[in-house]
């Protein structure tokens, strides 16, 4: 073999090399990859079936249950305008309380409950994720509007019934 010929090999195994390594730190990374997803998305079936994501809202007032075996917890997480229930199998953090800000990783089963394997409280009594501020602004919004939209119709009932 020629020395040129040997260079060629020697860049195309190292070009090979790379792009094996590459391919696979991206494919670790794809499968740590872990999107969050707001109560509204996940009951619009926007969320991942089968596979671990973030959920994120507010913890529902009253919706705290502590099972007898002093482990097992289900609370429900809402953005305002969808709630999803939640169980827990674990200790809490010391911040998490009803309505306050949580954001849980875990799986949706197949009866809409979302199993969680780690809960995560907010720090301080102003900070949210941003994602989930964004996602319980979205909720309210559209749930304003959607209220805005039944006191229209309503009213417009209610012209259409006084026109002789």
């Known amino acids: 073999m020629k020395p040129r010929h040997k260079r060629f090999a020697l860049v195309a195994g190292g070009v090979a090399a ?20 707001s109560p509204t998305q996940v009951a619009a079936h926007e969320a ?34 969808k709630s999803i229930p939640v169980l827990y199998e674990g200790i809490l953090p010391d911040l998490f309380k009803e309505g306050k800000g949580v954001v849980a990783e875990g799986k949706l089963e197949g009866d809409g409950v979302f199993r969680a394997s ?8 102003n900070y949210m994720p941003p994602e989930a501020a964004s996602a319980v602004e979205k909720a309210q919004k559209a749930e304003q509007e959607s209220q805005r939209t039944l006191v229209l119709d309503k009213s417009a009932a209610r012209g259409a019934e006084n026109k002789p």
């Open 48 to 81: 991942p079936a089968g596979r671990s994501f973030r959920i994120g809202g507010m913890v529902e007032s009253g919706s705290l249950q502590r099972q007898p075996d002093g482990v097992t917890v289900r609370f429900v997480v809402t953005d305002t305008a």
């Open 18 to 37: 790379l792009c094996i390594a590459a391919a696979l730190i991206l494919n670790a990374f794809n499968s740590n990859l872990v999107f969050f997803y």
């Open 118 to 125: 780690q809960v995560l409280a907010k720090h301080d009594e």
